[in-house]
């Protein structure tokens, strides 16, 4: 696809999954599309790599590309690609929650949220935010943790509040709790897992990837 790496060989496959349902959702570059949660994320880089150039993001922390993860890996290309997409949309990125971006409403024509709501995310506020800023027709991808079967993380925090790894009931509550809010899901849900590809903070399991339409 001609993207640069991401800096976290973890983070290829949900969120080049993103960027290819962005453009197979009839999404153009000439769209505005937000990443929610954009700290350090590459999906806003690949998306200015693809030709869009109305990018906005939002995070709790100052949201920059990953840049210094880029130096560190000394990833030339993803640097210079993350500086130039910074460069161009660095005044659309600003510091809120996802539940509360402080976006205009109905204005995206697409929003990504890439591991994000597993970290203590409050669902109902989140999809309702989500309906807010997009379009009618606008479409919501987002990834988090998964697994099937219940895992007990212990009351691991990799950020300030407790993490989950969703299971298939979760899944499945989350569908309809964005049905709700006016987000129909697209495509076929498929929750069968054979193989638990992430390694994290001593446990396994994989990503999952959703899509929504806004009703």
Known sequence: MGLCPSPDPRKYWDNIKAV???????????????????????VLTWLHQRGYRHLYGCDLQAPLPPLRSALMNRQSRTFASGL???????????????????????FFAA?????????????????????RILRPGGLLVLSTDFWPEPIDLGGL???????????????????????????????????????????????????????????
């Open 20 to 42: 290819e349902l962005l453009a197979r959702g009839g999404v153009s570059p000439d769209d505005p599309v937000v990443d929610l949660g954009c700290r350090s994320g590459i």
């Open 84 to 106: 130039r997409m910074f460069a161009r949309n660095g005044r659309r990125m600003r510091r809120a929650s996802v539940e509360s971006t402080g976006f205009p409403s109905s």
């Open 111 to 131: 929003a990504t949220c890439m591991s994000v709501v597993e970290h203590g995310v409050d669902l109902p506020r989140f999809f309702g935010e989500c309906a």
């Open 157 to 215: 925090k990799r950020f300030s509040v407790a993490d989950k790894i969703f299971d298939r009931t979760a899944i499945l509550q989350l569908r309809k709790l964005a049905s709700t809010c006016e987000l129909d899901p697209r495509g076929n849900l498929e929750l069968d897992v054979d193989e638990a590809v992430i390694e994290s903070d001593g446990f396994s399991f994989t990503f999952l990837v959703l899509a929504f339409e806004r009703r």
